[in-house]
Antibody, heavy 123, light 110 residues
């Protein structure tokens, strides 16, 4: 069955960096685009970024553009999110999710999600 | 402020039918599919409805979705206590080049 397991979260000081990982299993990872979505404490879901199945296209929310970088290693079935210049407002649970209904310019929805990893930005 | 607009809360008694609305614009709901997710705190969000009105296998037919123009709605009939959760609508936005969510609706089963 499809499994997505995030890791790499923790407590980090403002301005520092972190790399989140999402290990995928139960499907051919290299055939699917992948997203990161986050949820700040007490807030709703916020889309963060999307990477194409082969890494050729990447899309970012304006709130993270220039600070976050999505990447993937299809040989390891693993998705990454490099988060730099962290701010207090980046405190959230970060979920990876599998993309579905992708055309050349968009992916319409997520069909499987991981359990999330918590990032806390605090001095 | 979320791009898609949902009511913050909804409620119903067991067996009742409830609907949750989701309002957007021409760049998101008006030109892309609407998808709904169910989220219980501390768990992975779950896909409930995709492509406006399609149910993934395993989702009971008590859940249904519809879309008209730049608005959509999720209906839950035969409400059950286990339906108590947060519900989010989402769609791709052509202007933002990304997915936009509603603010979420907390459903309470009285």
């Amino acid at each position: 069955q499809v499994q997505l397991v995030e890791s790499g979260g923790g407590v980090v000081q403002p301005g520092r960096s972190l790399r989140l990982s999402c290990a995928a299993s139960g499907f051919t990872f290299s055939n699917f685009g992948m997203h990161w979505v986050r949820q700040a404490p007490g807030k709703g879901l916020e889309w963060v970024t999307l990477i194409w199945f082969d890494g050729s296209k990447k899309f970012y929310a304006d709130s993270v553009k220039g600070r976050f970088t999505i990447s993937r290693d299809n040989s390891k079935s693993t998705l990454y999110l490099q988060v730099d210049s962290l701010r207090a407002e980046d405190t959230a649970v970060y979920y990876c999710a599998r993309a579905r209904a992708c055309s050349t310019t968009r992916c319409q929805y997520f069909d499987y999600w991981g359990q999330g990893t918590l990032v806390t930005v605090s001095s | 402020q979320s791009v898609l607009t949902q009511p913050p809360s909804a409620s119903g008694t067991p067996g009742q039918r409830v609907t949750i609305s989701c309002s957007g614009s021409s760049s998101n709901i008006g030109s892309n599919t609407v998808n709904w997710y169910q989220h219980l705190p501390g768990t992975a969000p779950k896909l409930l409805i995709y492509s406006n009105n399609q149910r993934p296998s395993g989702v009971p037919d008590r859940f249904s979705g519809s879309k008209s123009g730049t608005s959509a709605s999720l209906a839950i009939s035969g409400l059950q206590s286990e339906d108590e959760a947060d519900y989010y609508c989402a769609a791709w936005d052509d202007s933002l080049n990304g997915v936009v969510f509603g603010g979420g609706t907390k459903l309470t089963v009285l």
